[in-house]
């Protein structure tokens, strides 16, 4: 049996349910989940993935990408913790850049670096 796992609605339109596995499927008697929503359950492989959810005292699946690989949810909790991480770290490793010019100076026509005068002895 697979632990339960929390997911947020990131398609802005939002998520319909499924009653079934199969994408085409929709359950359009309850609105599914809104942009921005957690969704929870264990993750079901299908025709694509889904979160198999609790609904009331239904059993409803929840797609987390389109057939055409479009993403509808996204992990929460540590998986999102960790993907926080890695963007972080790769901003680091940017840090250096300044203005956008990778640190270094720009030259004008003459070939000459601005901002810099040369001083006289």
């Known amino acids: 049996m697979q632990a339960e796992q ?3 609605v990131v398609y802005q339109a939002g998520v319909a349910w499924r009653t079934q596995p199969s994408f085409n499927l929709r359950y359009t008697a309850t609105p599914g989940p ?3 929503t957690m969704v929870s359950g264990t993750v079901y492989n299908g025709d694509v993935q889904y979160v198999v959810c609790n609904v009331g005292a239904m059993q409803l699946f929840c797609p987390i990408y389109t057939p055409q690989g479009v993403q ?3 992990p929460s909790g ?6 926080n991480n890695d963007v972080y770290r790769v901003q680091q490793s940017f840090g250096n850049i ?3 010019k990778h640190g270094k100076k720009s030259k004008n026509k003459a070939g000459k ?3 810099h005068k ?3 002895k």
């Open 6 to 8: 929390q997911f947020n």
């Open 34 to 36: 809104a942009c921005g």
């Open 72 to 74: 509808l949810l996204a």
């Open 78 to 83: 540590m998986m999102q913790q960790q993907l």
């Open 98 to 100: 300044e203005g956008g």
């Open 113 to 115: 670096v601005k901002g």
């Open 118 to 120: 040369l001083k006289k």
